[in-house]
């Protein structure tokens, strides 16, 4: 596509119509290894929260608040990945690719929606394992149906309203002469420095958001997993601790990934990291990520691994029958 079509004349100004997203333009030779081993990764992921998803439906052994959130999770991950990675494999495939104003915007939306309901998911998840752990007698009347239902709830209304403040105000930009994106997807930053605008009001509300958004999600989790371990210490009996404490290994396992990677990314002094490291970090957190989360709670979580064995037990007693 040449310039003379990407751009549009307007009051004697160039307003551009479209991004170009370079993806991974240096490693061009290996865009065949690169294109099998993401689309693989793609794969793997969507089938582990698919399966987590199923088990939690069909099994009656996962029915507590503890799983129906990691099934929220996992469809979490599965927007979150979607997002991104089919796009991303085509940029691959071609080298480079154009993508409109508007669809750069969409995918900035649900991208973001996606990872703040992610940050709102684990808080919660860390909230339940506070309680089962540090109140277990009173875990049952506490963390009732109607609790359960109104958190999930507010995790996901928390995340699509909240990027939709910061959207709507992405929509008023105006991009002029500069519209190459050094990345295989629609990230804010890119966004934000390829607009010929004021993008100060947006920065500042992206900032106001994050506060709720990242900040006191993350508050929350060090201060639930404070009062766990100090639960897990008082316990008399060494085979105790490591039990009570399983309860919630393979959920801080995917905690402290998901807000590595995210901290490693965005939380940063400008100019410390390259353009190169930047992408390696988005890749990780919007590729990589999604994935470990279904490896964690399948290797670490004997309740899981019991209720994949019994439906796949049940299933082989059907299919003889």
């Given at each position: ?6 751009r ?5 100004r160039?307003v551009?119509t479209?991004?170009?997203l370079l993806?991974f ?16 990764i793609?794969i793997?992921?969507?089938?582990g ?9 069909a099994?009656?052994?996962l029915?507590?608040?503890?799983y ?17 990675v089919?796009?991303m ?5 071609a080298g480079k ?7 750069c915007?969409?995918?900035l939306y649900?991208?973001g929606s996606?990872?703040?309901?992610e940050?709102f ?10 309680l089962a752990i540090?109140?277990p007698l009173?875990y049952?009347?506490?963390?009732d ?7 999930v709830?507010?995790?996901?209304l928390?995340?699509?309203l ?11 930009l105006q991009?002029c002469?500069?519209?190459?994106i ?11 420095q390829?607009s010929c605008s004021d993008?100060s ?10 506060i709720p958004?990242?900040?006191f999600?993350?508050v929350?989790?060090?201060v ?11 316990i ?12 919630c290994s393979?959920?801080l396992?995917v905690?402290c990934t998901?807000?590595g990677?995210?901290?490693?990314l965005y939380v ?7 353009f190169?490291?930047?992408?390696f970090?988005s890749?990780?957190y919007?590729v990589v990520?999604?994935?470990f989360n279904p490896?964690?709670y399948?290797?670490?979580?004997k309740?899981?691994q019991?209720a994949l064995w ?7 007693q059907k299919g003889?029958?």
């Amino acid at each position: 596509m040449s310039e003379a079509t990407l751009r549009k004349y307007k009051d004697n100004r160039t307003v551009v119509t479209e991004f170009l997203l370079l993806g991974f333009e240096n490693l061009q030779d290996l865009k065949i290894l690169l294109f099998l081993v993401f689309l693989t990764i793609y794969i793997l992921s969507l089938a582990g929260n698919l399966l987590i998803i199923v088990l939690v439906s069909a099994s009656h052994c996962l029915h507590s608040p503890m799983y129906f959130f990691l099934r929220n999770l996992s469809m979490c991950e599965i927007l979150f990945t979607t997002t991104t990675v089919p796009n991303m494999l085509h940029v691959i495939w071609a080298g480079k690719s154009f993508i409109s104003v508007s669809g750069c915007i969409a995918q900035l939306y649900f991208y973001g929606s996606s990872g703040i309901a992610e940050c709102f998911l684990l808080t919660v998840m860390s909230y339940d394992r506070y309680l089962a752990i540090c109140h277990p007698l009173h875990y049952a009347s506490t963390m009732d149906f109607s609790l359960f239902l109104r958190l999930v709830a507010y995790s996901w209304l928390g995340g699509f309203l909240l990027t939709l403040i910061v959207v709507s105000l992405i929509i008023t930009l105006q991009f002029c002469d500069r519209y190459v994106i050094d990345n295989f997807f629609c990230d804010l930053a890119p966004i934000l420095q390829l607009s010929c605008s004021d993008t100060s009001p947006v920065e500042i509300v992206v900032f106001v958001v994050c506060i709720p958004c990242f900040f006191f999600p993350l508050v929350i989790i060090v201060v639930s997993y404070i009062y766990i371990f100090i639960t897990v210490l008082r316990i008399p009996s060494t085979a105790g601790r490591q039990k009570t404490f399983s309860n919630c290994s393979s959920h801080l396992a995917v905690v402290c990934t998901f807000y590595g990677t995210l901290i490693a990314l965005y939380v940063k002094p400008p100019g410390e990291h390259s353009f190169k490291a930047n992408k390696f970090l988005s890749l990780l957190y919007s590729v990589v990520t999604p994935l470990f989360n279904p490896i964690i709670y399948s290797l670490r979580n004997k309740v899981i691994q019991k209720a994949l064995w019994t439906l796949m037990y049940s299933k082989l007693q059907k299919g003889k029958m």
